[in-house]
């Protein structure tokens, strides 16, 4: 990873204002975007003989930790059925999509309360330019979700499936932030198209963290409304 640094940094350098080196890879603060900050990692990919991948995970805060309330938590829990990752369909010419993010079955026994809303994953599917970029840049995985995990916890595979599901539960009952997390991972071609490959990622966070962010803040004003009607 650390020898991938230098050309992260120098391929996305006018985008961003400062970085740094962590444990995880390097954590990129942008000049102007609509998320405010972003994690990127390489690595070999097993699963397709080795092949170099790149993963960038941006995070989009609507109500920082500092600025939790109750009625900021009751946004997160409405928001919650909001989460969506990528779907391709058709063979001959595949065609990309929002989904309701797949969970496992027995996701419902931790968290039945939580209802499937489509308005995010709709917004995201009517961006022309969005949906553009996703057809150049092809990305493996992408997913839009909600940081769901208090600090501290690893979801790395030192909890089993279970503990993972009890420890979620806990953070949606007591959320300690509203921020979404926008994921993505993408193969890493060769030098020539390496700065290209980087620079379309971060163009595809910065749309979807705006969609994000305009949806957030139509529920945030719903919320308001719902709170204070008599």
């Not at 991938?4 to 102007?32: A, C, H, M, Y």
């Not at 997160?76 to 309701?100: D, I, N, Q």
Request: hydrophobic residues 40%; proline residues 5%; positive net charge.
């Amino acid at each position: 990873m650390r020898g991938d640094t230098s050309l992260i940094v120098g391929s996305l350098e006018s985008r961003i204002r400062d970085w740094r080196q962590t444990q995880d890879g390097v954590l990129l603060l942008p000049k102007e975007a609509f998320f405010n900050e972003a994690l990127v990692r390489t690595y070999r990919s097993f699963g397709t003989l080795l092949e170099r991948m790149v993963e960038f995970t941006a995070l989009v805060t609507v109500v920082p930790r500092e600025a939790m309330t109750a009625e900021a938590a009751l946004l997160y829990r409405r928001m919650k059925g909001m989460e969506c990752e990528l779907s391709w369909s058709g063979l001959v010419k595949p065609t990309p999509h929002f989904v309701a993010l797949q969970r496992p079955e027995s996701w419902r026994t931790y968290m039945p309360k939580v209802r499937t809303d489509k308005r995010l994953l709709k917004a995201l599917n009517s961006q022309g330019s969005l949906m553009d970029t996703i057809r150049k840049l092809k990305p493996a995985a992408l997913d839009v979700a909600l940081v769901s995990l208090h600090s501290g916890v690893m979801p790395d595979g030192r909890l089993r499936p279970d503990q993972l599901l009890q420890s979620m539960a806990e953070f949606y009952n007591e959320p300690t932030t509203v921020t979404w997390g926008v994921s993505l991972r993408t193969a890493l071609p060769q030098l020539g198209r390496t700065k290209t490959t980087l620079n379309r990622c971060y163009e595809l966070l910065d749309l979807i963290s705006k969609t994000v962010r305009e949806v957030s803040e139509a529920s945030k004003d719903e919320e308001a409304l719902h709170l204070s009607a008599p």
